[in-house]
């Protein structure tokens, strides 16, 4: 059965992301441009020459591992994984972009489509199961599809990455669309499996980014891509174990790409996450806190707040600092496309201010004649 998209984001008016996007900020590194020879290799060599890989390199501090002791070895794994972060910082501008596409395709009622193999595919159906608690998104709008299928996701399934046909059935049940964007993950670069998700979103007109950490088949398939986010950690310290700071820079991007992507669209507010679903006692915990906090009222009516508003956090933040109803603000926010910030600029609220609204001060006293 084809899995239906979620319709509760339709028919409702929002905001547009243009209108809400702050100017860019200048980044602190440059993004790694490849010369023109190497994109001719890249092009000229085949995708199987896996020892031309990076992530298959042996690392040179590598040769003498099982000698060193335990904290040596401990000491050499963490000092490498600071090259996870310089790599992911070289990489924001692209990073940016995908999570502008990745917003403008969530507002358009498509969905964001993880798919990958291994690590990389486990790391894209974790980010894609964090996103509905922590923001309120339907899960039927973060998708993630796995090599192997569901059980891959605790142990190996020999091959599967290999086959890009088990892809293309994954799409077609999805219904893969243009509406949708597709997030395909290979730390190697070759992997047929995500390879193939490029090529039938391709022909599916879906719109896409690529993630990888190996430069010559990042560069091989550039144009095949919207947005391509190259993470050059360089050779692990075990050599071809992409789990170690391959891992570790795809799962920065996937954090920045989709929270960027939720505040894009309203879901974060003043650093909190204000459509968080609070399943557990820590969360409706939580819940209270937002709500007491950015409201500035005492926990009793924020409880109560809360509880007026079905336990949606902006519903009962919106009631406070609208000064209306739950009803009314449930209007108010669906105008504004279900952006707070937006909802309150409306109302000619500062919604950067403290606590409640600030009334005007009375006028002064009349003068006795």
Same mark, same amino acid.
């Given at each position: ?95 940016? =972009? ?42 039927? =709008? ?61 022909? =599916? ?50 954090? %920045?790409?989709?929270?960027? %992507? ?24 939580? %819940? ?80 006795? =004649?």
């Amino acid at each position: 059965m084809p899995t239906s998209r979620s319709s509760s984001s339709r028919g409702r008016p929002r905001a547009s992301l243009a209108s809400r996007r702050p100017r860019p900020e200048p980044e602190p590194a440059p993004e790694l441009k490849p010369k023109a020879s190497q994109k001719r290799r890249a092009a000229a060599s085949p995708a199987t020459d896996f020892a031309a890989l990076a992530t298959e390199a042996p690392h040179p501090r590598g040769a003498a591992l099982h000698r060193r002791s335990t904290a040596a070895v401990v000491r050499l794994l963490l000092e490498e994984e600071q090259k996870s972060q310089a790599a992911a910082l070289r990489a924001q501008g692209a990073i940016a =972009r995908a999570a502008e596409l990745v917003a403008t395709a969530l507002e358009r009622g498509g969905r964001l489509i993880y798919v990958g193999a291994g690590t990389s595919g486990r790391l894209g159906a974790l980010d894609a199961a964090e996103l509905p608690p922590t923001f309120g998104l339907d899960p039927a =709008r973060a998708v993630a599809v796995l090599a192997g299928g569901p059980a891959a996701l605790r142990h190996a399934v020999e091959g599967a990455e290999d086959r890009a046909e088990g892809v293309r059935r994954a799409f077609r049940r999805l219904e893969v669309g243009p509406r949708d964007v597709v997030c395909a993950i290979a730390a190697s670069g070759v992997t047929p499996f995500a390879r193939g998700a490029l090529d039938e979103a391709v022909v =599916r007109g879906a719109a896409r980014i690529f993630i990888t950490c190996t430069p010559r088949a990042a560069w091989a398939v550039e144009k095949q891509v919207d947005v391509l986010v190259l993470l050059a950690v360089g050779p692990e310290m075990v050599a071809g174990s992409t789990r170690l700071k391959a891992g570790t820079a795809t799962k920065m991007a996937l954090n %920045a790409i989709s929270t960027a %992507a939720m505040v894009r669209l309203g879901k974060v507010w003043r650093g909190r996450m204000v459509d968080l679903v609070a399943t557990s006692a820590k969360l409706r915990d939580r %819940a209270v806190r937002i709500v007491a906090e950015l409201a500035g009222v005492e926990r009793e009516e924020a409880a109560a707040r809360l509880s007026a508003a079905g336990g949606h956090v902006k519903l009962a933040l919106a009631s406070v600092l609208l000064g209306c109803d739950v009803a009314a603000a449930q209007r108010r926010l669906e105008r504004a496309g279900g952006d707070l910030e937006r909802a309150l600029e409306l109302k000619g609220t500062s919604a950067r201010g403290e606590g409640r609204p600030r009334t005007p001060p009375p006028p002064p006293p009349r003068k006795r =004649r």
